[in-house]
């Protein structure tokens, strides 16, 4: 097992720019989460997704955007970056209900300028 | 609303010597509490969780954690640090109560450990 993946591990994008961060499991948990790392600030949630076809706002969704087609796959999407948008975003999973540890991937480091 | 606080920004401590990293928190009901690390240029892993039963749960590379219902805290340990155990450490609590099935996690800020050899 891969475990979670991210792509890219890195990236400067421009003010305005729009990018697809990618986030892929290969455990086939039914929970996947984004959530991005500012320093000294802990990890907040940016988005959710509870199934296949089902996501949901966290507590940073502005500015980002979801999907879930599959139940491998769930990429962030960024449209218009802005500065404030600069930080290091982790994608997680969790197998189902009732099991609650997370499993996370190695991280995107984006800065926006 | 549910929270942790990790009132150290810094652990500093010499190999061989015990450690204790600090986590407090605050729920309604009955919490969920987890410990989280994370070494540079990594995603977080998976240390040790409190769902319910023994107060001290054991994890992984010698950990433990000591939950305190009437303190609210659920402080990391380990008898004897290992340069190697260098690294950030994040306390996260999920309320049980929500009637959720989600799974959020709320992280506290992170606790730098550091230890010297």
């Known amino acids: 097992n891969a475990g979670v993946t991210q792509t890219p591990k890195f990236r400067i994008l421009k003010i305005g720019q729009s990018m697809t961060l990618q986030c892929t499991q290969d455990?086939?948990?039914?929970?996947m989460y984004w959530y991005r790392q500012d320093p000294g600030m802990g990890l907040k949630l940016i988005y959710y997704?509870?199934?296949?076809?089902?996501?949901d706002k966290g507590e940073v969704p502005n500015g980002y955007n979801v999907s879930r087609s599959t139940t491998e796959d769930f990429p962030l999407r960024l449209e218009l970056a802005a500065p404030s948008q600069t930080s290091v975003y982790f994608c997680?999973?969790?197998?189902?209900?009732?099991?609650?540890?997370?499993?996370f991937g190695p991280g995107t480091r984006l800065t926006v300028t | 609303a549910q929270s942790v606080a990790q009132p150290e920004d810094q652990v500093n401590v010499a190999e061989g010597n015990p450690l204790t990293v600090k986590c407090t928190y605050s729920?309604?009901?009955?919490?969920?509490l987890f410990w989280y690390v994370q070494y540079p240029n990594r995603g977080l892993q998976f240390l040790l969780k409190?769902?319910?039963?023994?107060?001290l749960v054991k994890g992984s590379y010698g950990f433990e954690a000591e939950f305190n219902k009437s303190q609210t805290s659920f402080h990391l340990k380990k008898p004897s640090a290992l340069v190697s155990d260098s690294a950030l450490y994040f306390c996260?609590?999920?309320?049980?109560?929500?009637?959720?099935?989600?799974?959020?996690?709320?992280f506290g800020r992170g606790t730098q450990l550091t230890v010297w050899p």
């Open positions: 997704s509870v199934g296949a076809g089902i996501t």
């Open positions: 455990m086939n948990h039914n929970y």
């Open positions: 997680a999973s969790r197998p189902r209900a009732g099991e609650y540890e997370q499993y």
């Open positions: 729920v309604s009901g009955n919490p969920y």
């Open positions: 996260a609590v999920r309320d049980p109560d929500r009637g959720s099935t989600l799974g959020r996690l709320y």
């Open positions: 409190y769902i319910t039963g023994d107060n």
